[in-house]
């Protein structure tokens, strides 16, 4: 099966800076579930960035769903980026919308009707444990609730890829543990997820998952294995 | 999920902040329409005087009879009145008794214009069958045959530099209008330019979530025009209330050119398709604002 991502020698310099990234080489295989880590400021959410389309690279070459995403016009990034959920590390919800309009806010992007949008938007919220906070605004909500939320929006449209930074930082470990096994049912369902965190003990509870990991922008790959990604077969 | 379908929840999903910023623009929109009004009201009115004006005066001549000796000159106005009877390019002939001139002269001369005395000219006034220039020469050669001493004037020509400075008006009133839409867009271009730096935190969460530059555009378009179009009633119907008020002021002055000088179904129907007309055009506008600044980030 063909990668779902592909980095060819990819460098990412913002301004006249230094490079953040340099000569990140990596393939995901669809289906599969990765771990991104580094110390900080190694570049992982510069990566993510990338992944997600928020950022062209300065040289290289990245495809993604076996199109090139470096020279693609920008008319058509949209099509994509509904095809990546993503989950930022600083939420970025919509401060205005209830918990529940910002679940609902990619359906209706994606020209959902409105009578379909309601049901999945319960469900995702009662799996993510705010049902009873739907109609809350995100002021209102605690960091761990905001990200849930935040998490709940990511997921929604069933995305091919997730990408998610830091999701779990501002959750108790039990949540932790239930969001991870989230992302766990919806990659065995068929979705990519690049999850970016600090956290061992998280990374240890998905055996099957690989790592990445980030060291000064960039990415260390002793065994190979990015390049050449074992599928994982989905349940 | 019940709330779905309820008006306070298809308010509160709006993904553009409703409670944000000071909805400034519909004054400023309700000003400009006041005055968009206002002017294309004076244009269409003016316009509409200038055109009957010219509807009454055009293919209408008076000729004069200037002579020393007043019987020479009453000869030679009968002679004439009777050959333009008979000629072809004259649809009717009309002679203008002492009497109307002496009316005619009482504002300047008073009661001294009726003086039997007094030399006054012959005059007949003509209404042409055809408004040719070729017409009137025709006319002019053939009244030379019997009154050397008539002299033919198209009323036209006097009230020329009267239908110049009408046209002048309408002008003026045109250039205004357009200037007025020019500062509406302007003043649209200005608010959705606000909304975009007010609003950037949510469309940069919308477009990393798959949102075209449409769908977001369109978020500013839907407001910015309900904007307008509530500005532009305010001030169409502002515009409107004053013009009935001037109407039924210059009824009672029961003012010939000020009759002519009225709007006409027509001129109230294109009154009434300017608020339609700004409110498209601040639709456009930010559309247009909006995917163009759109267009620099990724």
Redesign the interface.
Known sequence: MANIVQFENVGLRYGNGPETLSDISFALAPGSFYFLTGASGAGKTSLLRLL?????PSRGIIRLFGEDAVTMP??R??????RIG?V?QDF???????A??NV???L???GMP?AE???P??EMLAWVGLAEQ??AKPETLSGGEQQRVAIA?AVIARPEMLVADEPTGNVDPEMAERLLLLFDSLNRLGTTVVVATHDIHLMQQVPGAQMMRLVKGKLQDPTGTLRHPPAREPA | ?S??ASPKAER??R?L?E?RGVRAMVWIIAIMLFLTVLGAALGLATRNAASALEGELTGRATVQIVATDPARQAAQATEALAMLRGLPEVRAVQAVDREELAALLKPWMGTDGADPDLPVPAMIDLDLATESPAALARVRSALRQVAPDARVDAQEAWMAPVADFLDLVVLIAAVLVLLLAAATAAVVVLAARAGLDAHR??I?????????DV?VARLFQRRIARDAAIGAAIGSLAAIGMLLLVNAQAAELGSQLLGQASLGPSGWAALAMLPIAFVLLAALAARFTITRAL?TV?
């Open positions: 997600y389309l928020n950022q062209r920008r008319s990034l949209p099509g994509f980026r509904r993503v930022f970025r919800l919509v401060p205005h919308l209830s529940a309009d609902a806010l990619p209706r992007i994606a409105e949008i309601a049901e938007v319960s739907a109609d929006r | 999920m709330r779905a509160t999903r993904v902040d409670a935190h949510t940069e969460v919308m477009h990393m979530l798959g949102s075209t769908q267009e990724l």
